[in-house]
């Protein structure tokens, strides 16, 4: 009786271990995360955040693994990415978008190094490395920005496209329109909201134009620079109050948002919209022939100007992720740039994917910038990357563009370019203490 005891103990026993194992395995419903690893992609796009969420349901519907998007608002990605980073379930995929970024984020981010979605990559141009030489992030699309234009309003109001080559075509054809908007029934640009949906076309992308000038003149930057002299100041005021000025929306009217610029554009009720490549899926859809054209803004030369282009858009992997869970990001990654049919959503929304087995691009704006580029134009790169201490540094200049927008005023003015230029030297030393 007792061997018998025995016998059944060990056999309890036994089925106890596979019961145990069964549940481990997921069998039971269990969370099956340590074995196959999940995502959490933290995206940067608020205009991604649709196709983002499709794409991590069709993965996860392939696959089994569990995909969550979680989509910054615009303005916020720093604080969001600070705030979802103290978490016990951080974003395993993130992003880095400059260097000032690789210097608060990239001992963070996983050395991506070899890794099969860095072979993926058809061109280094966009890498972000952190001064050990630790591949932090991989650009995920290439971009162009500049100003949009509706080419059918432009002949409506009596001009051409071949008027507009520099700053002083752009500007007679600009005030015309406005003078004329009740008459013509569309004004020349639209909505320049200050609020954090629109802010950023003009204290990110606009500000482009004084840095890259600037940059040019010193040879290029290779570095964050510790200060900026301002020398092309006049040219930022020269286009930023062309916008404000003939416009749907009176400056004084800017601060707080709630024009839709974008649909402005759509609906023809005006002919000029501040933007980038990522918006001509939505434009297209109504002005299938809007084309866009450079920040012309009266430095000498400019006719030879080409678009702004570049990224600032460049995963990271979060190296303090499981194991499990980093290849799972590194896997849907992968599958993101190379899957014909998530490639081709991706490039749709995007433009251009830098990988080699992504699908070409059908953005007609990237067409306008090789177009400018074939015709000997100079590429306006992303200068704007090096901003030091972005959140705060851009918000400054939104209070002082809102100062501004309220008073014309010179000292209004001096305040601008107080926290443009001196701003900058305060931001670099606080992010480099």
Same mark, same amino acid.
């Given at each position: !009786? @007792?061997?018998?005891?025995?016998?059944?103990?060990?056999?309890?026993? =036994?089925?106890?271990?596979?019961?145990?194992?069964?549940?481990?395995?997921?069998?039971?419903?269990?969370?099956?995360?340590?074995?196959?690893?999940?995502?959490?992609?933290?995206?940067?796009?608020? &205009?991604?955040?649709?196709?983002?969420?499709?794409?991590?349901?069709?993965?996860?519907? @392939?696959?089994?693994?569990?995909?969550?998007?979680?989509?910054?608002?615009?303005? *916020?990605?720093?604080? #969001?990415? #600070?705030?979802? =980073?103290?978490?016990?379930?951080?974003?395993?995929?993130?992003?880095?978008?400059?260097?000032?970024?690789?210097?608060?984020?990239?001992?963070?981010?996983?050395?991506? #190094?070899?890794?099969?979605?860095?072979?993926?990559?058809? *061109?280094?141009?966009? $890498?972000?490395?952190?001064?050990?030489? @630790?591949?932090?992030?991989?650009?995920?699309?290439?971009?162009?920005?500049?100003?949009?234009?509706?080419?059918?309003?432009?002949?409506?109001?009596?001009?051409?496209?071949?008027?507009?080559?520099?700053?002083?075509?752009?500007?007679?054809?600009?005030?015309?329109?406005?003078? %004329?908007?009740?008459?013509?029934?569309?004004?020349?640009?639209?909505?320049?909201? !200050?609020?954090?949906?629109?802010?950023?076309?003009?204290?990110?992308? =606009?500000?482009?134009?004084?840095?890259?000038?600037?940059? %040019?003149?010193?040879?290029?930057?290779?570095?964050?620079?510790?200060?900026?002299?301002?020398?092309?100041?006049?040219?930022?005021?020269?286009?930023?109050?062309?916008?404000?000025?003939?416009?749907? *929306?009176?400056?004084?009217?800017?601060?707080?948002?709630?024009?839709?610029? &974008? $649909?402005?554009?759509? #609906?023809?009720?005006?002919?000029?919209?501040?933007?980038?490549?990522?918006?001509?899926?939505?434009?297209?859809?109504?002005?299938?022939?809007? *084309?866009?054209?450079? +920040?012309?803004?009266?430095?000498?030369?400019?006719?030879?100007?080409?678009?702004?282009?570049?990224?600032?858009?460049?995963?990271?992997? $979060?190296?303090?992720?499981?194991?499990?869970?980093?290849?799972?990001?590194?896997?849907?990654?992968?599958?993101?740039?190379?899957?014909?049919?998530?490639?081709?959503?991706?490039?749709?929304?995007?433009?251009?994917?830098? +990988?080699?087995?992504?699908?070409?691009?059908?953005?007609?704006?990237?067409?306008?910038?090789?177009?400018?580029?074939?015709?000997?134009?100079?590429?306006?790169?992303?200068?704007?990357?090096?901003?030091?201490?972005?959140?705060?540094? %851009?918000?400054?200049?939104?209070?002082?563009?809102?100062?501004?927008?309220?008073?014309?005023?010179?000292?209004?003015?001096?305040?601008?370019?107080?926290?443009?230029?001196?701003?900058?030297?305060?931001?670099?030393?606080?992010?480099?203490?």
């Amino acid at each position: !009786m @007792k061997n018998l005891k025995k016998v059944l103990a060990v056999l309890l026993a =036994m089925i106890m271990v596979i019961g145990l194992a069964a549940c481990s395995s997921g069998g039971g419903g269990g969370d099956s995360s340590s074995e196959t690893g999940s995502v959490y992609w933290l995206n940067f796009k608020p &205009e991604l955040d649709e196709t983002a969420q499709q794409l991590a349901k069709m993965y996860t519907e @392939k696959t089994g693994v569990a995909v969550k998007v979680v989509t910054a608002a615009s303005g *916020t990605y720093g604080q #969001t990415l #600070t705030s979802e =980073m103290d978490k016990s379930a951080a974003p395993t995929l993130f992003v880095i978008t400059n260097q000032s970024m690789v210097k608060e984020w990239g001992d963070y981010a996983m050395d991506l #190094t070899g890794t099969a979605i860095a072979n993926e990559l058809n *061109t280094d141009g966009f $890498n972000l490395y952190d001064e050990n030489g @630790k591949l932090c992030s991989i650009g995920y699309c290439y971009e162009c920005y500049g100003i949009i234009v509706n080419p059918d309003l432009i002949e409506a109001a009596g001009h051409s496209m071949d008027e507009i080559t520099n700053f002083a075509g752009l500007k007679a054809v600009a005030e015309d329109i406005h003078a %004329r908007a009740d008459e013509l029934g569309f004004d020349a640009f639209s909505s320049s909201d !200050m609020d954090g949906s629109s802010s950023w076309r003009f204290t990110g992308h =606009m500000a482009n134009l004084e840095y890259f000038y600037e940059e %040019r003149d010193d040879g290029g930057w290779s570095e964050q620079p510790a200060s900026i002299k301002g020398t092309y100041m006049d040219n930022f005021k020269n286009l930023y109050d062309l916008c404000i000025n003939n416009s749907l *929306t009176a400056p004084t009217d800017l601060a707080n948002g709630g024009h839709d610029a &974008e $649909n402005e554009f759509k #609906t023809g009720k005006a002919a000029f919209f501040v933007n980038g490549s990522w918006e001509y899926a939505a434009v297209s859809e109504t002005i299938p022939n809007a *084309t866009m054209i450079p +920040y012309y803004c009266g430095v000498a030369g400019e006719e030879k100007a080409g678009l702004n282009c570049g990224t600032e858009n460049c995963w990271a992997v $979060n190296d303090n992720a499981s194991d499990a869970d980093k290849q799972a990001t590194i896997d849907f990654m992968v599958w993101l740039v190379s899957d014909p049919e998530a490639a081709g959503l991706m490039v749709e929304q995007l433009g251009v994917l830098p +990988y080699k087995n992504a699908p070409a691009s059908k953005n007609g704006f990237l067409a306008d910038a090789d177009r400018y580029n074939a015709s000997g134009c100079y590429v306006m790169d992303w200068a704007t990357n090096y901003q030091p201490n972005v959140d705060e540094y %851009r918000a400054a200049l939104v209070s002082a563009l809102n100062k501004y927008n309220a008073d014309q005023s010179a000292a209004n003015w001096a305040e601008v370019v107080t926290a443009f230029v001196d701003g900058w030297a305060v931001q670099y030393q606080k992010a480099n203490q």
